[in-house]
């Protein structure tokens, strides 16, 4: 485009948030340095907190970032989930990891932390993408931003989050709407509080979940989901109808949690997810171009994987380009890049794909339905004998990354 200031980089990671910046670490690791385009003008922690398992543990043990977080969050090794129709409670336990609930923003500091401070440009926005090719049958990847600025790019990574612009280029299909959509927000007590060092869970037969998880003396992660609808409005607007209209029947002690709601933190939409089909014969990469995180396998909730399928791409895609960089002699050879690009979307696709659909099965189970065998099979048999075989693609080690190349990017 005319007119347009060139640059040039090895790397371009679209989106500042869990997958950009984890994969910006993982590379930062073996070598190389990327450049983060993020569209906001400063680090987002849009959905207040979330709860790691033991799979995303290991990702940020393999990016070497775990440690900042153990010694603030406790692990949870149980649960309950109460039936506000019926009175029932079921016991949930947890592995003997546990797992621990921490803040976004804490996660996302601690990454961020781990990058040289130019890393992250921040108010990028993109106008276009187009991939020019090169002798040799290697290309490199024109990121055009609204600002004027062209960057070309030997990878390009779109961690641009469930509406990705670097998705929707590669051609791949848009996510659909769950049916279901999710309040979040944390919960502050000044004072402390005294609940249980657990996670609560209440369901009922109108198709509504709820459930708070301590995340230390004095704060709560809360989040209500329900079936179909959704809200706009203030915080203020949208507490009171949580408290009004959703969540009226509700327990005492999970209202009262809602009161104590930080009303900065509360954020209402609908919960969107990916297709399994599509990630599995979809385009997921188209030469040095690929994405991670939600940006190719956005999911719902249920089972807690947004964030730990994110920091595993992280790793499995440092771990591929590192490889590629050591074969090379601590070269960054662009024309090798397509085929570690290549063997990280093979790696990655079949898992994404199965979390999906877990996470997808597990609320449309938890959430219930009208008929007599749908909450039978919720109530009686789903959290005592299937929930814990779901659980159990938390128990996934995406492996480690190789050491730095001598190539002396690192630095």
């Not at 992250?120 to 490199?140: M, N, T, V, Y």
């Not at 008929?371 to 075989?389: N, T, V």
């Amino acid at each position: 485009m005319k007119g347009e200031m060139e640059m040039m980089e090895d790397v371009v990671i679209v989106g500042a948030g869990i997958a950009g910046l984890a994969t910006a670490v993982a590379l930062k690791r073996v070598g190389v340095r990327a450049l983060v385009l993020e569209r906001s003008q400063g680090i987002r922690a849009t959905g207040a907190a979330l709860t790691l398992f033991p799979n995303a543990w290991l990702a940020l043990d393999a990016l070497g970032v775990s440690h900042k977080l153990t010694r603030s969050y406790d692990p949870l090794f149980k649960g309950s989930v109460t039936n506000i129709n019926t009175g029932d409670v079921q016991q949930v336990l947890f592995s003997e990891q546990g797992i621990r609930p921490v803040h976004r923003k804490a996660l996302l500091e601690a990454l961020a932390e781990e990058l040289p401070t130019d890393t992250i440009r921040f108010s990028s926005k993109l106008a276009a993408i187009e991939s020019q090719e090169q002798g040799g049958g290697a290309s490199i990847a024109v990121v055009h931003l609204e600002d004027g600025t062209a960057i070309k790019s030997k990878v390009l990574i779109g961690c641009d989050g469930v509406h990705s612009v670097v998705a929707r280029w590669l051609g791949l299909a848009e996510p659909v709407h769950s049916g279901r959509s999710a309040v979040r927000s944390l919960a502050v007590f000044p004072q402390g509080h005294r609940f249980k060092h657990e996670v609560q869970q209440f369901v009922d037969q109108a198709g509504k979940r709820a459930a708070f998880v301590p995340l230390n003396d004095r704060e709560f992660y809360w989040f209500l989901t329900c079936k179909g609808e959704n809200m706009t409005g203030e915080p203020e607007q949208i507490q009171r109808e949580v408290l009004e209209k959703y969540a009226e029947n509700f327990p005492s002690i999970y209202l009262d949690v809602v009161r104590h709601a930080d009303l900065s933190t509360i954020s209402w939409a609908p919960l969107m997810y990916r297709h399994p089909w599509r990630i599995i014969f979809g385009n997921l990469n188209k030469g040095n171009i690929t994405v991670a995180g939600d940006a190719m396998h956005p999911m719902t909730p249920e089972l807690g994987q947004g964030g730990g399928s994110s920091l595993e791409d992280a790793v499995v895609l440092g771990r591929h380009i590192g490889n590629s960089i050591i074969k090379n002699g601590g070269q960054f050879v662009e024309g090798d890049m397509a085929k570690a690009i290549d063997d990280y979307v093979k790696e990655r696709r079949w898992r994404a794909a199965l979390l999906v659909t877990g996470s997808y099965l597990s609320g449309w189970i938890q959430h219930g339905g009208a008929k007599w065998w749908e909450r039978f099979f919720r109530d009686r048999l789903f959290f005592k004998y299937i929930f814990g075989f779901l659980a159990g693609l938390a128990h996934y080690n995406c492996g480690n990354l190789p050491a730095a190349s001598s190539s002396g990017k690192e630095d």
